[in-house]
């Protein structure tokens, strides 16, 4: 498993998110979602930068650039 996808698990959970809300605040189809936290597809910009603002995080914390 990638960081990515593992970092946005994490992020996600600690906010006591499951799939559908964050697909709800996001934009981002839950499926999508499901992809990136398995490691099967990545996010374009947008969407990275989506899940970022919901997630109250930087995208280089999720891309694993910064601890």
Same mark, same amino acid.
């Given at each position: 498993?990638? +960081?990515?996808? %593992? #970092? ?5 959970? &600690?906010? *006591?998110? !499951?799939?559908?809300? =964050?697909?709800?605040? +996001?934009?981002? %189809? #839950? ?5 990136? &936290?398995? *490691?099967? !597809?990545?996010?374009? =910009? ?22």
């Amino acid at each position: 498993m990638s +960081t990515f996808s %593992e #970092r946005l698990r994490l992020a996600r959970k &600690e906010r *006591g998110m !499951n799939q559908e809300v =964050l697909a709800q605040r +996001t934009g981002i %189809e #839950r499926s999508h979602i499901s992809h990136y &936290e398995t *490691g099967l !597809n990545t996010p374009r =910009l947008p969407s990275l930068i989506a899940l970022a603002q919901v997630l109250d995080c930087s995208t280089d914390w999720l891309c694993g650039l910064e601890d």
